[in-house]
T-cell receptor
C-alpha cells in the first residue's frame, strides 16, 4: 500500500519568510497529492492539490510542485503570515481509494 | 463541497463500554472513510465504509473492535467497542467521489476514555 513520508516535522519561520514542506510517496499508481491545513481544534481543510499530469500549481501565496520520477512533492508558502501557523498534512491516493497522509508539519510563523 | 456532520462532537466514556459515532452528509457520496487522529498525530485510516457491503479495514484495525455500518449513500456509523484509554482520539469521517480524488472531512468526534 501507499506510504507517505513528510519533512520536516516542525518548521519555524519569521513573518514574511518562505516555508517549504516536502513529502515523498511510495506507490507509483498514486495520481493525486493534496495538502491540508489543520488549525488547533479544527478539522483538516484542503488548501491546494496537484494531479500527476501537472508539475506545478499556484494559488496566491501557496504553490505545490510534483516530481513524479522522484515520487516527491512539496508545498511552498511565500510571504508567510502568523495566520499560516498550523499543522500541514500531505496526502496521496488514486481515484476510488482513501487518502494516505504524512505525519504532518507544525508550522510556526512569528511576527 | 458536501456538508458533513458528526454526532456526538465529543464524549467521555468509561473503559469497557462502546460508543457509536454517526456521520451524516447532505448529499449522496460514493466514498466514505473513517480516520483516527491520536493526540498530536497524523490522520490514520481505519476503514473504507462500503454501501451495502462490509467495510474494508486497514492493517491494525478489525471489525470486532471498530464495526462500521453504511446503510445508504449519505450516512455511516463507526462503533468503538470495549474501549480502553488507548482509544482516546479524535475520530473523523471523510467523504469523496469515486471518480475524483478529493476528500473532505467532518468536524470530528473527540473521544476520551477513562
Amino acid at each position: 500500500g501507499e506510504n507517505v513520508e513528510q519533512h520536516p516535522s516542525t518548521l519555524s519561520v519569521q513573518e514574511g519568510d518562505s516555508a517549504v514542506i516536502k513529502c515523498t510517496y511510495s506507490d507509483s499508481a498514486s495520481n493525486y497529492f493534496p495538502w491540508y491545513k489543520q488549525e488547533l481544534g479544527k478539522r483538516p481543510q484542503l488548501i491546494i492539490d496537484i494531479r500527476s499530469n501537472v508539475g506545478e500549481k499556484k494559488d496566491q501565496r501557496i504553490a505545490v510542485t510534483l516530481n513524479k520520477t522522484a515520487k516527491h512533492f512539496s508545498l511552498h508558502i511565500t510571504e508567510t503570515q502568523p495566520e499560516d501557523s498550523a499543522v500541514y498534512f500531505c496526502g496521496a491516493n488514486q481515484a476510488g481509494t482513501a487518502l494516505i497522509f504524512g505525519k504532518g508539519t507544525t508550522l510556526s510563523v512569528s511576527s | 463541497s458536501a456538508v458533513i456532520s458528526q454526532k456526538p462532537s465529543r464524549d467521555i466514556c468509561q473503559r469497557g463500554t462502546s460508543l457509536t459515532i454517526q456521520c451524516q452528509v447532505d448529499s449522496q457520496v460514493t466514498m466514505m472513510f473513517w480516520y483516527r487522529q491520536q493526540p498530536g498525530q497524523s490522520l490514520t485510516l481505519i476503514a473504507t465504509a462500503n454501501q451495502g457491503s462490509e467495510a474494508t479495514y486497514e492493517s491494525g484495525f478489525v471489525i470486532d473492535k471498530f464495526p462500521i455500518s453504511r446503510p445508504n449513500l449519505t450516512f455511516s456509523t463507526l462503533t468503538v467497542s470495549n474501549m480502553s484509554p488507548e482509544d482516546s482520539s479524535i475520530y473523523l469521517c471523510s467523504v469523496g467521489a469515486g471518480f475524483i480524488n478529493e476528500q473532505f472531512f467532518g468536524p470530528g468526534t473527540r473521544l476520551t476514555v477513562l
